[in-house]
């Protein structure tokens, strides 16, 4: 009853001419639904002068389905002369490829983003399941939205720019995730560090006020147990002030976070706050835990030896210190350096706006 028919020209593809709005050449539509396509489409003309035109081929003849809608777009002149308000919905069966190829008129409302989502969220789910009329007529009641109602075209518009967010938001919760494995290993190796280190501080002092580190030693020990922890604190601090800086960059907000710049700002009490602070943490409070914990057992005298150390003591606490805490450093040292009849074109053009799919 209706039909495409082709002109050969030498040197030149052959692409159909189209006699319908609606052109069914691979049998997708059962003739009600190609009539009922028609009927829709054919009153959009008439009502808009917006062409959209529907045609299924078999194959695209080793043409890429992107080729072959652009050639067949332009052969027909889709579309009104002056106004480019053409767009072609073409199905490749064979190929299981499609596209929707927009004319230069209704790129602006058809972008190649809203087209890319029709394909997606309307086309594709339906090809799949073989519906292939629901899946056009959705996407043409889907573009004739677009069109006609610029608040659909909005809301249409706010989905697509939220979709192309989430995968970057996906991108960065990876990235974060692997930053937050990585950091946590220095984060990690630096918190035992400094936990032995403390540990090993608790002892010097115990040690110093029951005679069994003598005064002649305890210099050398402390200063050891002290470059253990100094040691560890980058490992543990940078790591953190790092993980601020990425929030900083990754945050919609671009928060600025210069560690520098804070440094700079801080009156000039902060010296000496912060010294205090370290003599505490590190000489006060090693020490006030090392007299309440002389002895799990029994309590032990305050004592000291100027000359000399108990062996037994030394050896339990500080025999392995020595390579222990070499062995965490060059450890830690490693870590860190590895790390119808009466159809017919009007004489649109497209330059090849649209998108493409497959099923």
Do not use: C
């Amino acid at each position: 009853m209706f039909f495409v028919w082709f002109q050969h020209t030498n040197g030149q593809e052959d692409f159909p001419i189209l006699t319908e709005i609606v052109t069914d050449k691979a049998a997708l539509f059962s003739e009600s639904e190609t009539l009922e396509l028609r009927k829709k489409l054919k009153a959009y003309e008439t009502e808009t002068t917006h062409q959209i035109v529907v045609l299924t081929v078999n194959s695209l003849e080793n043409n890429t389905v992107e080729n072959y809608a652009l050639q067949v777009f332009e052969k027909n002149e889709l579309g009104q002369e002056e106004a480019d308000n053409g767009l072609l919905i073409l199905v490749a069966k064979n190929d299981r490829k499609f596209r929707i190829e927009v004319g230069y008129g209704l790129e602006p409302i058809i972008t190649d983003a809203f087209a890319s989502r029709i394909i997606r969220e309307a086309m594709t789910p339906e090809f799949k399941k073989g519906d292939f009329y629901k899946g056009v007529d959705l996407a043409t009641s889907e573009i004739i939205k677009l069109i006609d109602d610029p608040k659909y075209r909005d809301e249409f518009t706010n989905l697509v720019e939220q979709e192309g967010k989430m995968p970057l938001w996906g991108g960065k919760i990876i990235i974060g995730f692997i930053l937050l494995i990585f950091l946590s290993l220095f984060i990690g190796v630096g918190s035992t560090v400094f936990y032995k280190g403390f540990k090993q501080l608790i002892n010097v002092f115990r040690g110093l006020i029951t005679g069994k580190v003598s005064v002649v030693l305890f210099p050398f020990l402390l200063v050891s147990s002290l470059l253990t922890i100094g040691f560890s604190l980058p490992f543990i601090i940078m790591p953190l002030l790092f993980g601020i800086f990425i929030i900083g960059i990754a945050s919609e907000n671009n928060i600025d976070i210069d560690p520098f710049e804070y440094l700079e700002s801080l009156p000039l009490t902060a010296i000496p706050i912060t010294m205090v602070s370290l003599v505490v943490i590190f000489i006060i409070l090693p020490l006030i835990i090392a007299i309440y914990t002389r002895s799990n057992k029994d309590y032990e005298s305050v004592k000291f030896s100027f000359l000399k150390s108990d062996k037994s003591f030394m050896s339990k606490n500080f025999s392995s210190s020595g390579s222990s805490s070499s062995y965490s450093r060059s450890g830690s040292g490693y870590s860190s350096s590895s790390s119808s009849s009466s159809f017919s074109g009007g004489g649109g053009s497209s330059g090849g706006g649209g998108a493409s799919g497959s099923w």
